[in-house]
């Protein structure tokens, strides 16, 4: 996938040639390309800012750099224009699994208070946001998005780790990870996942999926469908939650 990005800050995309993307990068899954936009600017003084009409804090960025920067981006290369901004559509798993499907992507990042309007008017296709908070500009948020996306580019991962976005993607969190040592400071590994027997694993895992949604996500537990086996493992999570409950109370 090659991903062209509109910036003033192009040096702020560093951080992508380390680690899992890096190889992505090198292994040619994946190529960056950041534009700077300043570079298009015809200001004199290379300005891309102006004060905004009406008045207000802040400046705003002009049309006249973006929209020649993103001529040149477009020049033989047909992908979809997405612009990071709070105004956007939050940024999803199934959307950064869509996105990724793409051959090419434009990502704008914007700066200041905002962009001129007839500039986003001429080339957006979407707006993304990354979360209800305003950075100080659509950098990091690209660089969010990227990474969301690129793990699910076939060969970035390896097969391992596409299995526990599927959980993510039925609206559900994943189990806790163990590994060795079985005992750690005298806590113990769960005995389901040492007991070899994978049918009890599965279950533990599931039943953990399904109990760490309800704790940390009941916004996405409530939009659930349980099967009737999620239905029997809550129950038996339940009786013996209760259990232990009145054990504790029996103890005082
Ligand atoms: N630019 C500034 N804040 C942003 C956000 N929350 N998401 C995407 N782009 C942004």
């Given at each position: 996938?090659?991903?062209?990005?509109l910036t003033l800050f192009p040096e702020m995309f560093a951080p992508l040639s380390a680690s899992i993307l890096g190889r992505a990068e090198k292994a040619g899954l994946l190529s960056l390309e950041p534009i700077d936009i300043r570079a298009f600017t015809k200001d004199k003084h290379r300005r891309c800012d102006d004060s905004p009409f009406g008045g207000g804090p802040g400046m705003v960025l002009t049309a006249?750099?973006?929209?020649?920067?993103?001529?040149h981006a477009t020049r033989g290369f047909a992908a979809r224009r997405v612009?990071?901004?709070?105004?956007?559509?939050?940024?999803?798993?199934?959307?950064?699994?869509e996105l990724?499907?793409?051959?090419?992507?434009?990502?704008?990042?914007?700066?200041?208070?905002?962009?001129?309007?007839?500039?986003?008017?001429?080339?957006?296709?979407?707006e993304i946001s990354i979360g209800d908070y305003v950075l100080t500009g659509g950098?990091?948020?690209a660089m969010v998005l990227i990474d969301a996306l690129a793990r699910h580019i076939p060969g970035v991962l390896g097969d391992g780790a596409s299995a526990s976005e599927e959980s993510f993607m039925e609206?559900?969190?994943?189990?806790?990870?163990?590994?060795?040592?079985?005992?750690?400071?005298?806590?113990?590994?769960?005995?389901?996942?040492?007991?070899?027997?994978?049918?009890?694993?599965e279950s533990w895992r599931r039943e953990k999926m399904l109990t760490e949604t309800r704790e940390k996500r009941p916004d996405l537990f409530a939009g659930l469908e349980l099967s009737f086996?999620?239905?029997?493992?809550l129950g038996l999570e339940e009786k013996r939650r209760r259990r232990s409950q009145n054990r504790e109370a029996n103890e005082e």
């Open positions: 996938m090659r991903i062209k990005l006249q750099p973006l929209h020649d920067a993103l001529l612009l990071l901004s709070p105004k956007g559509r939050t940024l999803t798993q199934k959307r950064a699994t990724a499907k793409e051959e090419g992507l434009i990502l704008i990042c914007g700066h200041y208070e905002g962009i001129d309007q007839r500039a986003i008017d001429l080339w957006v296709d979407e950098e990091l948020a609206g559900l969190l994943e189990y806790p990870h163990y590994t060795r040592p079985a005992e750690f400071l005298g806590l113990s590994a769960p005995e389901e996942l040492l007991s070899g027997a994978h049918k009890r694993i086996d999620d239905r029997v493992l």
